[in-house]
């Protein structure tokens, strides 16, 4: 009697006899240690963009001092960088597709080092856009690699958790830019500034060299032909040799590479590249890839819409409004504010494959319009009062550290996961770059309109608005989003193409999985030695 269990032989897949362990309830097999390595390492890149977002809420402070601009000027070169980074992840797709994602993380570290330099040692306000503009293409760059490279190495079993490291070290790197701000606030204004942005360079070069222990990505290397070596990487970042086979044998179906091919080496069909990419993804999509572009371009729009960098890049400003005065108690609070965010994202990362995308995001975003709502609330009682209401300070500062706590269960790292596992392998990394782009465009207009915004209607009122949109985003979510836990990368296409009917078309294919399942368990116990049907999803 052979049971589903399979075995190789010389590279082919058999069936195994079954003994009576294998009768036992599975086991759910180890996280891989190897593939966390990879992903933390890469997810590196990210803390690029966090600490230039943390750093540049209370640089700005002494920047406004020392330069005396005007607080117009404040919110573009807040803003700016995020308008920038749109030349980074538009060039980072095409790029990671021809030099491999490993290689596009060096040149997101070389061009972030370099306007980190630019940056602490400028001299006015033009030289330091100068280098607000190099960085931001750095971090356009590491941006859309670090979630692309990280999924794309991951097992099924653990994808969300490893893809969520990119929103960790993002996290990691605000509360680094928090302290840094906190430990040079004492020196001379003129240097203050200068050593908080001039030191974001160091976690470009450890960036850097931590390229040299990681492998490149298995889907990469299929697409160029070096089954061999992608080969390798699967067996090391797979819970077992079987999964690895079976990714494989995926990644070389949706490269258009035959089955029977398994040379280290081999010639990779003609695939759609340029304007091809582009119809396929926006011109003549077909419903499942429409259905995945609407709701990668959706998450990403509103994770920025509801207001996060809001928050987190003029946190002093609402702390000041709130009634808090003294520059380095305004600062300590934002350090609370990173710290909690930071706590919270490291929680997130351990509930993802367990409690699933969807029942995270509903819940995150729910909590996040009840925060905002009290916030504004609290800042609009504040604003009208004469007196200094306690109370009322104190809602204020709960609320927005509830708020960044609830956007990092959920909303925060299931973006960049759920994107960057939701679009097909010949289309991910032009997909992503588009997703990244639309997450940066609106992070630019929120974080350049808000002091205007606040002024024209109050930073209560603007954070009403804040909360409208994030109901809406609920909305959104709730109606268009299939749940993605446990679906390999190839098998996500089924998934979509149904729009707000998704849920039926999940019962179809659990059905149908189940259907074979049982189909092939009957075959094997009739005939014993006919191999089980592989259906995709079977490691999901």
Request: with cysteine; glycine share 8%.
């Amino acid at each position: 009697m052979a049971d589903e269990k399979l075995a190789s032989n010389n590279g082919q897949l058999v069936p195994k006899i079954a003994s009576i362990q294998d009768f036992d309830p599975p086991k759910k097999p180890k996280t891989n240690k190897y593939a966390i390595a990879c992903s933390f390492l890469a997810s590196l890149a990210s803390i690029l963009l966090g600490y230039d977002i943390g750093v540049m809420s209370g640089a700005i402070i002494y920047i406004q001092k020392d330069l005396h601009i005007t607080d117009i000027q404040v919110e573009i070169l807040v803003g700016i960088l995020n308008v920038y980074s749109l030349f980074g992840s538009a060039a980072a797709g095409r790029t990671s597709d021809s030099i491999g994602r490993r290689y596009t993380m060096v040149v997101a570290a070389a061009i972030f080092f370099s306007g980190a330099l630019l940056m602490g040692f400028a001299t006015n306000y033009a030289f330091l856009m100068v280098g607000r503009f190099v960085a931001g293409v750095g971090v356009g760059y590491a941006l859309m690699v670090a979630p692309v490279y990280t999924a794309e190495v991951s097992p099924a079993s653990s994808r969300g958790f490893l893809t969520s490291f990119p929103e960790v070290f993002i996290n990691g790197g605000i509360l680094l830019g928090y302290v840094s701000n906190v430990a040079f606030s004492k020196l001379p204004t003129h240097l203050s500034w200068r050593f908080m942005l001039g030191i974001g360079a160091v976690p470009s070069v450890f960036l850097a060299v931590s390229v040299l222990a990681m492998p490149e990505s298995p889907r990469w290397l299929v697409m160029q032909g070096r089954l061999g070596d992608a080969r390798r990487v699967l067996n090391k970042t797979s819970d077992s040799l079987e999964e690895a086979q079976l990714r494989l044998a995926d990644i070389k179906e949706a490269a258009g590479i035959p089955e029977h091919c398994n040379d280290d080496i081999v010639e990779v069909p003609k695939r759609p590249k340029g304007d091809s990419v582009w119809k396929e993804l926006i011109f003549s999509p077909t419903p499942a890839v429409r259905h995945i572009l609407i709701t990668g371009v959706g998450i990403h729009f509103f994770q920025q819409a509801s207001g996060i960098d809001a928050v987190v890049l003029y946190s002093p400003r609402i702390f000041e409004k709130a009634g808090i005065s003294s520059d380095h108690y305004k600062l300590l609070c934002t350090v609370a504010v990173g710290f909690v965010k930071t706590m919270f994202i490291l929680v997130a990362t351990f509930m993802l494959d367990k409690s699933g995308r969807r029942p995270l995001l509903l819940t995150s975003v729910a909590g996040m319009v009840l925060s905002l709502t009290l916030l504004a609330t609290g800042l609009t009682i504040i604003d009208q009062s004469d007196e200094k209401l306690v109370w009322a300070i104190a809602l204020c500062i709960t609320m927005v550290l509830a708020y960044v706590a609830l956007f990092s269960i959920g909303m925060g790292p299931i973006t960049w996961v759920y994107s960057s596992e939701i679009f097909p392998l010949r289309l991910r990394a032009t997909g992503c770059s588009i997703g990244v782009a639309v997450n940066r465009v609106i992070s630019g207009v929120v974080s350049m309109t808000f002091l205007s915004l606040s002024k024209a209607i109050t930073f209560g009122g603007a954070f009403f608005l804040y909360a409208g949109l994030a109901a809406l985003a609920w909305v959104f979510f709730f109606t268009l989003m299939p749940e993605t836990q446990g679906r390999t990368l190839e098998d996500m296409e089924a998934l979509f193409g149904t729009f707000w009917k998704w849920r039926k078309t999940a019962r179809e294919l659990k059905e149908m999985n189940k259907t074979e399942k049982n189909n092939n368990d009957n075959g094997q116990i009739q005939m014993g030695t006919t191999p089980p049907a592989i259906s995709r999803g079977k490691f999901g």
